[in-house]
């Protein structure tokens, strides 16, 4: 009978090993399929080090998606934010890298329906006037048609992914007001610019709180480095290429966008 013993122990000991293995592997290890949606801000124009195969998307290997992916060992990553998207975009386009196993994604929308980019080149080209008058027509299409439209991809980015954490972040102020600029244009334009960052702000918030998404705000992140503000700018002003102007550059995805994204995801 001792024989039996031994096999018994060694089994025990096996039994224990192995149980032992079980218990080492880390209780919040989780599988995490992540996917970024939106625009240039989640894109990352302005941050360079671009993705040559993303073409006109202009996909930024510095950008807070790839940064947040890279340091979190996702177990999968789908980059699908692409420069110039609009919320009819992201539906026609993007919701097709979601899935029921998709688990996080981040997404920026809202500033191109919105007409930011025509807003800004009325503001830097036709004086002061102008652009109050652009930047009231962009306050008034946020308020008033943009929540429909948010309301329509919400709901569909939780028909594809419906067990997904969803984060929505916001837009910058772009300009310290006052600032250390003595040129360009006026402070009361860059006021009006950035009342319709705080315009925008609160529709997106209160369209991710109806749909029960997250909302991350970057806004006092960015603060004092605006343009026009006295410590390093995490934004470029008028630049060549064109379609980083307005854009938040490297070291404004890596801590601007990155951390605020991070406190929620």
Known sequence: MRPVRIVSGAAMAITLAAGSLFLAV??????????????????????????????????????????????????SFKFAACSGARTGDVLNSQLSSLSSTTTEISITIGGNDAGFSDTMQTCVLNGTSSCLSAVATA?????????????????????KAPGAHVVVLDYPHLYQVPGTCWFGISDTSRNAINSAADTLAGVLAKAAANAGFSFADV???????????????????????????????????????????????
């Open 26 to 75: 880390p209780a919040n290890a989780a599988t995490v399929n992540y996917v970024a949606l939106g625009d240039s801000y989640s894109a990352g124009v302005g941050a360079g080090n671009y993705d040559s195969g993303s073409g006109s998307c202009s996909r930024s290997y510095s950008a807070f998606p790839a940064l947040w992916a890279n340091s979190h060992a996702v177990s």
């Open 139 to 159: 306050k008034a299409y946020a308020t008033n048609t943009l929540p429909g439209q948010l309301a329509n991809l919400y709901s569909a980015i939780h028909s």
């Open 219 to 265: 806004r006092n992140q960015f603060a004092t480095h605006e343009i026009c503000g006295s410590s390093d700018q995490w934004l470029h002003s008028t630049t060549l290429p064109v379609d980083e102007s307005y854009h938040p550059t490297a070291s404004g995805q890596q801590y601007g966008y990155l951390p605020v994204f991070s406190a929620q995801a």
